[in-house]
């Protein structure tokens, strides 16, 4: 690695440390997906502050398509690092009244669907890539989805369906973290091999540790290469990855709620590791 | 605003979706396998780049148009109206209802206008729809109708059901004399006694028995409502209130559709009209020809005269 390379790996890692703080800040108030949004901070470093290209009036040239909407918590941390939405504002994630949903609805800023009903985010990427592209517009198309959603029959009509129509400015984000809603999902109802799946349905895909930085920059820089085929990252991830005290104690949380005994050990965790990476 | 003569048009959106594709470079005709069934043929042929094919997969269909629509396009979804409905609900009112884009879906061959029991027939299709709200829902009662309310919904914001005619279908409004309206009514035949209210294919319905009670000297009214959703509840309580009964006529199950729609919009009032609502009784209704389904679930011209002179007696 270079010494510029390091530098702009040190930088995403700091703002994944800030991500992972902001999630705990956020969820920590009344309760949220913690785990998913902790794991996912490195994508959403690389995503939202490497990846994506800026227009001129502050936001992303890009699009990003939430699938899952319990990952929203995600975008809320790294759109925090962004300055699109202030902390303050996020603590009232959870709450009666708020506009900040735990699962997003259309036109809330950051959110280009309606992200709740599971499966239904890979349709509608491939759809937005197939008219960017049919407009000639040179607008790549981000989806994140989750390893469970992958049970839904509607992913692999979409997957179909952007293999042949070659959606080459596409890519697909698979937050691979073996569990969904009631387990595991080797065990609720086994997914893999998942690149080899959407091989064979026309994509190219690549397994990616979903928490190491300089492969998932490797992999967003491979997908720009792949000519004619849509792109497809399998995360591994695991719940509180980045926090080890975190993904000790609470390593199939699904959700988490407010009043547990474990948010001041991960805070201070995470401030530590905020600390080290500043200096 | 009636034609003197029916007019039978073979393939009318063949004609209709070409016209609007040509006007409109924005419009994608999109289509689940069903491009020759809908009669989706010169757009795809002469204007290729409007036209998109999902293959046999409808809840990709409607999630795909939806995404085209967040890229800036108007999608016009088209396939049978029981699987737009059945089939993709979730994805209507999910990835389609629930945002500003202009998403348009029309569902061919609805209710009984399709020879395949069950399974290809949709008599649900209006009251499922019609239960998402911010939606506009649709049912034309010929080509006339049907081409300029789809003129119309390419404006509109969100979800826009439209059901479609495809086939030998009467051509009954001239166009030169009427002009679709968001919401609007038409009466078609002013009269005492007996108010008719109908929608879509089963206007025609109406039309035929109307004819037949001209014939036999019956009072009645006729009132065409196109526009299921946003309904028009003032023009609806005014005709309703005007009669002594009220004989509502549909293509669809009598649970959710047009019937319980006026009921609704009358019980809202208070005090009102009796209302006997004709259309597919709460059953699987059967298969074949048209004429044999409207026989069997006495919705042929001489069933529904009768029924309507009987509501008096």
Redesign the interface.
């Known amino acids: 690695m270079t010494g510029e390379q390091s530098k702009r790996v040190r930088a995403l890692e700091l703002i994944a440390a800030k991500i992972r703080r902001n999630v705990l800040d956020i969820c920590m108030q009344r309760g949220g997906y913690a785990g998913q949004g902790v794991a996912l901070a490195d994508i959403a470093a690389c995503l939202y502050f490497d990846e994506m290209r800026s227009d001129d009036k502050g936001w992303f040239h890009d699009r990003f398509v939430l699938s899952n909407g319990h990952d929203a918590i995600m975008t809320y941390g790294a759109l925090a690092e962004h300055g699109s939405y202030s902390l303050e504002e996020l603590r009232s994630y959870n709450e009666d009244g708020t506009k900040i949903d735990q699962s997003p609805?259309?036109?809330q800023l950051g959110f280009?669907?309606?992200a709740?009903?599971l499966g239904?985010g890979p349709?509608?990427?491939?759809?937005?890539?197939?008219?960017?592209r049919?407009?000639g517009s040179d607008k790549r198309v981000y989806c994140l989805f989750s390893d469970g959603e992958l049970q839904e029959?509607?992913v692999w009509?979409?997957a179909?369906?952007a293999g042949?129509q070659k959606l080459s400015n596409m890519v697909y984000i698979i937050d691979n973290n073996d569990m969904q809603a009631t387990g595991s999902t080797t065990d609720v109802l086994g997914v893999e091999p998942v690149p080899e799946k959407f091989e064979a349905f026309g994509c190219a895909a690549r397994r990616v540790n979903g928490n190491d930085i300089p492969e998932i920059l490797d992999a967003f820089a491979e997908a720009k290469h792949i000519k004619d085929k849509p792109y497809v990252m399998v995360c591994d991830t695991r719940l509180f990855a980045g926090i080890d005290c975190l993904q000790e104690a609470l390593p199939t949380a699904h959700y988490v709620a407010a009043h547990s005994a474990d948010w001041q050990a991960g805070l201070s965790e995470i401030n530590t590791t905020l600390a080290a990476l500043a200096d | 605003m009636l034609l003197a003569e029916r007019i039978i048009d073979g393939a009318p959106f063949d004609e209709i979706s070409f016209d609007l594709c040509s006007r409109r470079p924005d419009v994608?005709m999109m289509s689940a396998d069903l491009s020759k069934y809908t009669q989706l043929n010169r757009v795809k042929k002469e204007l290729p780049?409007q036209h998109?094919d999902?293959?046999m997969?409808e809840?990709?269909l409607i999630?795909?148009?939806?995404?085209?629509?967040?890229?800036?396009?108007v999608?016009v979804a088209t396939t049978f109206a029981c699987y737009a409905t059945r089939r993709a609900y979730?994805?209507m009112m999910?990835?389609m209802g629930?945002?500003?884009k202009t998403s348009i879906v029309i569902g061919f061959t609805p209710g009984i206008a399709n020879p395949a029991r069950i399974h290809h027939q949709a008599a649900e299709d209006l009251g499922m729809i019609r239960a998402i709200p911010n939606t506009t829902v649709i049912d034309p009662m010929d080509v006339t109708e049907f081409k300029q309310a789809l003129d119309v919904a390419v404006d509109l914001p969100g979800l826009v059901y439209l059901r479609g005619h495809r086939g030998d279908t009467p051509r009954l409004l001239d166009p030169e004399r009427y002009t679709f309206e968001l919401g609007k009514t038409c009466t078609l035949r002013e009269g005492a006694n007996v108010g008719v209210v109908a929608t879509g294919h089963a206007t025609q319905w109406a039309l035929e028995a109307s004819e037949i009670l001209q014939k036999d000297g019956f009072d009645h009214s006729l009132l065409h409502v196109p526009t299921i959703k946003p309904v028009n509840e003032s023009e609806i309580v005014e005709f309703c209130f005007a009669h002594d009964q009220i004989v509502t006529v549909e293509n669809h199950n009598i649970v959710t559709g047009l019937g319980s729609l006026v009921t609704e919009v009358v019980a809202n009032v208070g005090r009102g009209p009796r209302i006997t609502r004709l259309g597919i009784p709460d059953v699987w209704a059967p298969g074949g020809t048209l004429a044999h389904i409207r026989k069997e679930l006495a919705l042929d011209a001489d069933a529904l005269a009768s029924k309507i002179r009987g509501v008096c007696q």
């Open positions: 609805i259309e036109g280009e669907i309606t709740g009903s239904q349709s509608q990427a491939a759809g937005i890539a197939w008219g960017e049919h407009q029959g509607n009509e979409a179909m369906f042949h | 994608i780049d998109l999902v293959g997969a809840q990709n999630s795909v148009a939806a995404g085209v629509a967040k890229a800036g396009y999608p979730d994805q999910i990835c629930t945002g500003p």
